[in-house]
């Protein structure tokens, strides 16, 4: 009678204890592979830093865009090499402008980039104003242009002096 209840307690440990086992088994399994993408992470993000300080920013954008998108502040850091990137691949103006719309406003980012970020747009936006404006003249003269060619007007409008 002792054999039967100590095989029945055997069995019941062991029904209930393997479960047990493998549900610690597996949240341990989870916690090691947790702290290695994070520490995966880590290494990316420093690694991203590094080749934006380095000018090599496709590469910093590539590591950037593996990492979670809440990770650190990736999120501010990529629209600002793909800017940096953008004028070493000497873009033009207009590309450049737009590629600084992505740039987070000023209270909203204050990290290792955020001065440079808010220079950057502040000048591409003061160059892209001045780009628009010598465009429109550019546009205006060559209208008057086609307009005076050869007394064109005078033909239709007469003698425009007395006007």
Not at 10 to 25: E, N, Q, S
Not at 107 to 122: H, L, P, R, W
Not at 153 to 163: A, F, M, Q, T
Request: with cysteine; glycine share 4%.
């Amino acid at each position: 009678m002792k054999k039967k209840i100590i095989a029945v307690i055997a069995f019941v440990l062991v029904v209930t204890g393997v479960p047990f086992c493998a549900i610690k088994g597996d949240e341990a399994a989870r916690a090691r592979a947790k702290e290695a993408a994070e520490s995966q992470n880590k290494e990316w993000y420093k690694e991203a830093n590094a080749c934006i300080d380095a000018g090599e920013y496709e590469d910093a954008i590539k590591l950037l865009e593996k990492l979670p998108t809440d990770y650190e502040d990736s999120r501010y850091i990529i629209p600002y090499a793909e800017y940096c990137k953008g004028v070493a691949d000497k873009e033009k103006i207009e590309q450049l402008y737009r590629l600084t719309w992505n740039f987070p406003r000023e209270n909203e980012y204050t990290g290792k980039y955020s001065e440079k970020m808010q220079t950057a747009k502040a000048e591409t936006k003061a160059q892209y104003e001045e780009y628009t404006e010598q465009k429109e003249k550019k546009k205006e003269k060559k209208s008057r242009k086609m307009y005076h060619i050869k007394g064109w007007s005078e033909k239709i409008y007469g003698d425009l002096s007395k006007w």
